[in-house]
């Protein structure tokens, strides 16, 4: 955990954190976000979201977005998160996250987000294409964390640059309506082993949805038979395993498998890689897949059966959505207030 939050905020310690359904989830997406949440559940007051107003910031086919906000959210269940103790919720079904979100917009200035790089990034060469949701989408995310006055905030390196937005206009809003306390300033929480999969194809890369080889990734939805066969199949180079992590550096691949071995088994890769010192990827992937096979099988299985059953997932997604639109009423009517709109 990082720094506690700024002596000035006095609420309580809350965590939030969501996923966009925009893809099958994989490998990477469970061991560095869901099994955190899992786990912070137990910590902390926690809200997850699934995010499908960052969803639509690039094109997403309106027949299939429902179906996907279900698969995140069997995923959530699947990696054991419990809704009497966490609160899920579909994004879009707090409409007080879009309205924060333009009061946030009014707050933050365009310097800032021309600095965003994450911009940059997904725009491409042809920003003037790109969305102009695209483009504010970190503001939203401040309102999403600010909404419920979020004290801790689990991100990954490339977002950490978002949550650094967050704080500032978090902070100008404070010191612009004379509230010094009102928002906390959140902190980052590291995400330790797991936070950074590679892909079983290139240790380069990250693993990633988007990568148009399958054989790159496992999912959350693949059956014990695939799962294997990815492991099997994963790139390596010829050498034996080492005995220590600075021998390893240099060869991504085999760095990348053991480190996947280390977050399924729950242990430092240094311990991993002592137990299969001097032995080939002949040895040591049979192993992993089964290991792998053990840790993901049950979680994918768990999945089709939530998937199978659409009214059990809508009744978890209504009740966070009733708990999380409680949560962010008293928030956004002293926003309101504070900024001077009519009613308020």
Known sequence: MTDQVPPAYRGPQRVLSGVQPSGALHLGNYLGALVKFARLQ?????????ADLHAITVWQDPALLANQVREITAAYLAAGLDPDKATIFPQSAVPAHAELGWIFNCVARVGWLDRM???KEKSGKHKERASVGLYT???????DILLYKATHVPVGD???QHLELTRDIAAKFNHDFDAPDFFPLPDALTQGPGSRIMSLRDGTAKMSKSDPSDNSRLNLLDDEDAIAQKVRKAKTDPEPLPETLDELKGRPEAENLIGIY???DNRAAAEVLSEFAGQGFGAFKPKLADLAVARLGPVGAQMHRLMADPGEIDAVL???AER???AAA???AEVRAKVGFWGA
């Open 158 to 160: 490339d977002q950490r």
């Open 330 to 332: 008293p928030t956004l």
């Open 262 to 264: 280390a977050a399924l």
């Open 324 to 326: 999380a639109r409680a």
């Open 137 to 143: 989408y970190p503001v939203l995310q401040a309102a």
């Open 318 to 320: 209504a009740k966070g």
């Open 117 to 119: 790089t994450q911009f």
């Open 42 to 50: 137990h910590e902390m007051d926690t809200f997850i979201f699934v």
